[in-house]
């Protein structure tokens, strides 16, 4: 599957909140300024689908998703019996890649995507290199001998604060405990307005 290759920081000034682990310090400084030329004009007021969409590019954007894969997620989410926008975030939440993030054995999701494409994560003792990949309740994931004495999984090991309580983690080995609740996923998003624009 593809991924975004350009340019990250302005992809963070552009939805004016740090989408990336580097970009908060450069967030605070220039403050919420568009990139480019002209990014420091006064805006024009946003119109309900500029709203709609800035939210999509946003969520988009913070998981390291294409716009395929993305609108993939959102379609299966939509089958799903209860709230739409809260089973998008929820398997969103659950990709291996996010989880690796959480449990703090990378610094960022991409560095998790890395951890994960180079096959230096274990799910239930397997070897799995699919960012993708839904991990489900109960599952263990664990970082592979070969990675373990890596200085920079050992530093963000170090650096982690406390862990969302649907995660569970001993040394480098880390589980599952239950389906995130909406309050201990991502804050910064207002799902509703994704609904709202794939309902067009």
């Given at each position: 599957?593809?991924?975004?290759?350009?340019?990250?920081?302005?992809?963070?000034?552009?939805?004016?909140?740090?989408?990336?682990?580097?970009?908060?310090?450069?967030?605070?400084?220039?403050?919420?300024?568009?990139?480019?030329?002209?990014?420091?004009?006064?805006?024009?007021r946003v119109s309900e689908y500029g709203l709609q969409l800035r939210e999509k590019q946003k969520m988009k954007r913070m998981f390291g998703l294409l716009e395929k894969?993305?609108?993939?997620?959102?379609?299966?989410?939509?089958?799903?019996?209860?709230?739409?926008?809260?089973s998008l975030l929820q398997s969103l939440e659950t990709r291996l890649d996010n989880v690796v993030y959480k449990l703090g054995f990378a610094k960022s999701r991409a560095?998790?995507?890395?951890?994960?494409?180079?096959?230096?994560?274990?799910?239930?003792?397997?070897?799995?290199?699919?960012?993708?990949?839904?991990?489900?309740?109960?599952?263990?994931?664990?970082?592979?001998?070969?990675?373990?004495?890596?200085?920079?999984?050992?530093?963000?090991?170090?650096?982690?604060?406390?862990?969302?309580?649907?995660?569970?983690?001993?040394?480098?080995?880390?589980?599952?405990?239950?389906?995130?609740?909406?309050?201990?996923?991502?804050?910064?998003?207002?799902?509703?307005?994704?609904?709202?624009?794939?309902?067009?």
């Open positions: 599957m593809g991924r975004y290759t350009g340019p990250k920081r302005r992809l963070s000034r552009r939805e004016g909140i740090p989408l990336f682990a580097k970009d908060a310090k450069a967030i605070e400084r220039k403050g919420a300024v568009a990139p480019g030329q002209h990014g420091a004009r006064k805006r024009r894969q993305f609108k993939r997620y959102f379609l299966q989410a939509s089958k799903v019996k209860g709230a739409t926008g809260l560095g998790a995507r890395q951890l994960v494409s180079h096959g230096h994560i274990r799910v239930m003792d397997k070897k799995v290199n699919i960012p993708s990949y839904n991990v489900k309740v109960g599952q263990t994931i664990a970082l592979s001998s070969q990675i373990r004495d890596n200085t920079q999984v050992k530093k963000s090991l170090e650096d982690i604060g406390a862990l969302p309580e649907w995660l569970q983690r001993q040394a480098t080995v880390g589980k599952v405990l239950r389906i995130p609740g909406r309050d201990e996923m991502e804050q910064s998003i207002d799902e509703q307005l994704i609904v709202e624009y794939y309902s067009r």
